[in-house]
């Protein structure tokens, strides 16, 4: 060869490189969270362009309109949608949403075939349609076009786990409805099914309530917050009111945006504990009704500061009507009534409820809140809810069908599943979103711990003790949570979530046995760093550095 003819090879190399498109076989291979099966079928691939009809069952409208924006936004190509009874079936390709309950053999699953002038999406519910739309996105180019082709493939995927959520606690910093939404769209994107509204605490009110108005006059503002770490001495305040709550109307639209999108949303109204908020409002709902409380303005109540309910008749009252209230705006089948980190010594020191205990029988102040615990599950159950706790609920002899969110560890888990109570993985360790997720004295400011990237991935929701036995089923799955006392805007929500939600969308859906840290990392530096750069989504980029041995 002379150098002519090596310099136009050169050139044709460089060329080539550059402008093949990502392959047929490539994207398949990177969807996020992995599929159960993926078949390269070697058909010819769809070509999608802007003539390409989604046609839909009328069951799928909503999903059809959803995934048109999607698409819309993603490609710019706006693809004409009709319903599959409508018209006949034109010259060019369809993108089909189809209800096949015979098919589609289980819960959220779908099937996705794609070949010739087709893609098909089955489900038998509005989830499995969901997630054939997010697996069809990623088959997509990420860039503007005016045609695209979808690689020859049958995919056949379900969940490995029925629960799959992700919290945000809106108190200790409170966010737009525009970024809920964003958020309940992250987890959609990710396969997840839940979304746990944490939406009452010590250190505000979160959503709106007729029946006692002063929980939003008075327990959604807090006069001051905390500014640094929790721990810095002294401790410095930023003297600046802060707050807000959500309206009953802003709430049934997000409800109605998450519904389109599979996603059931739990609220969390958070007793007896950490209830300074409603106490501030309410003081006679206290142990020291006489005293002058305001709504927390520094965070770790546990223990400092009374945040406890009173056992009386007026707080039972006050229970029962807001949790009846909340409970008809959400149509969850749960409720989420915290129970978490109640701190016993304000009833020990209140002889009003020594007096509760002896007139009731009960064994102690642990026996006292298993009886708020199960007060509310009864008002709950009028409701047709069933109660979701944090695993302290099972600290006294509780006795209804509540479901455990064990927040600690496998312990509580094996204990909780030993009494057939069926429990939801949430331990510090590692699905605290809210921990660091590098050692760097540099980072962002995190509550503490050590959360890094491969230990979630790497998390085992089913405890050892309970694997293989009759017990595992009561492990119904797992969720990320996201406190956000170091969280004062979406921007570092967005960074303390990425991509360590993406590793737990893996370790919720896939088969245990496909599950690969290395071709996981392989997948989401190649497919899904682009889409939070698409998102404009900000993550956490030192995911390599930061590892479960350093
Ligand atoms: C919790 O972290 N107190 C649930």
């Known amino acids: 060869m002379t150098p002519k003819h090596l310099f136009i090879l050169a050139i044709l190399l460089v060329f080539t490189s550059c402008h093949t498109p990502a392959t047929a076989q490539s994207v398949a291979d990177n969807i996020i969270p992995k599929p159960v099966e993926v078949v390269k079928t070697g058909k010819q691939p769809v070509v999608v362009t802007g003539k390409t009809q989604i046609v839909a069952d009328t069951r799928f409208a909503d999903q059809a309109a959803y995934l048109q924006d999607l698409i ?30 015979a098919a589609v053999n289980r819960a959220e699953m779908y099937i996705l075939t794609a070949a010739g002038r087709d893609v098909t999406i089955k489900a038998r519910d509005t989830r499995g349609m969901v997630y054939g739309i997010q697996t069809l996105l990623q088959l997509l180019p990420l860039q503007k076009t005016e045609t695209a082709s979808i690689p020859s493939v049958a995919i056949k995927d379900y969940p490995r786990f029925a629960y799959r959520g992700m919290h945000l606690d809106v108190v200790r ?115 020291k009704p006489d005293t002058t409380w305001n709504v927390a303005t520094t965070w770790g109540m546990y223990n400092r500061q009374n945040n406890v309910l009173a056992p009386n008749p007026a707080t039972f009252k006050f229970l029962e009507t807001v949790f009846h209230e909340v409970a008809d705006l959400f149509p969850s089948p749960y409720f989420h009534l915290g129970g978490d980190e109640c701190s016993t010594m304000w ?49 006294g002899d509780l006795d209804t069908s509540a479901i455990v969110m064990d927040w600690a560890g496998d312990k509580e ?59 595992e089923k009561y492990i119904l799955g ?52 682009p889409r939070y750069n698409y998102w404009h989504t900000s993550y956490f980029k030192d995911f390599e550095k930061w590892t479960s041995d350093k």
Not at 358 to 382: N, R, S
Request: proline content about 6%; hydrophobic content about 35%.
């Open 347 to 395: 009833w020990k020191a209140d002889p009003g409820s020594q007096k509760f205990i002896q007139e009731h029988h009960l064994k102690d102040e642990k026996g006292l809140q298993t009886y708020f615990i199960e007060q509310v599950a009864g008002y709950l159950a009028d409701k047709g809810k069933t109660v979701i706790g944090w695993h302290e609920i099972l600290q």
């Open 173 to 287: 910093h409170m966010f737009p409805v525009s970024f809920i939404k964003k958020y309940i769209d992250y987890l959609a994107f990710h396969k997840f099914n839940t979304f746990h509204w944490h939406l009452t605490d010590d250190q505000g009110w979160r959503i709106e309530i007729d029946s006692y108005p002063k929980l939003n006059t008075v327990g959604s503002w807090r006069d001051s917050t905390l500014i640094g770490h929790f721990n810095d001495v002294p401790a410095r305040y930023d003297a600046t009111r802060y707050g807000g709550f959500y309206t009953k109307d802003e709430v049934r639209d997000v409800i109605r945006y998450a519904a389109i999108r599979g996603i059931d949303i739990i609220p969390e109204i958070d007793i007896p504990g950490h209830s300074r908020a409603t106490i501030a409002a309410y003081p006679e709902f206290s142990t």
């Open 413 to 471: 888990a094996v204990a909780a599943a030993t009494r057939h109570h069926r429990v939801i993985m949430t331990p510090g360790k590692p699905l605290y979103f809210d921990n660091y997720q590098s050692k760097d004295p540099n980072d962002s400011l995190a509550i503490h711990g050590y959360n890094p990237l491969d230990a979630v991935y790497k998390y085992e929701p089913v405890p050892a003790a309970l694997q293989n036995t009759a017990l």
């Open 72 to 101: 819309v936004a993603q490609t710019g190509m706006l693809l004409p949608v009709q319903s599959s009874g409508q018209g006949k079936s034109g010259r060019y390709s369809h993108i089909r949403l189809v209800a096949d309950s």
């Open 478 to 529: 797992a969720q990320g949570n996201v406190w956000t006392e170091y969280m004062g805007n979406p921007a570092k929500v967005e960074y303390m979530v990425f991509p360590r939600m993406t590793a737990l969308s893996e370790v919720l859906w896939t088969p245990a046995n496909k599950k690969d840290y290395e071709d996981f990392k392989r997948r989401l530096k190649t497919a899904i760093i």
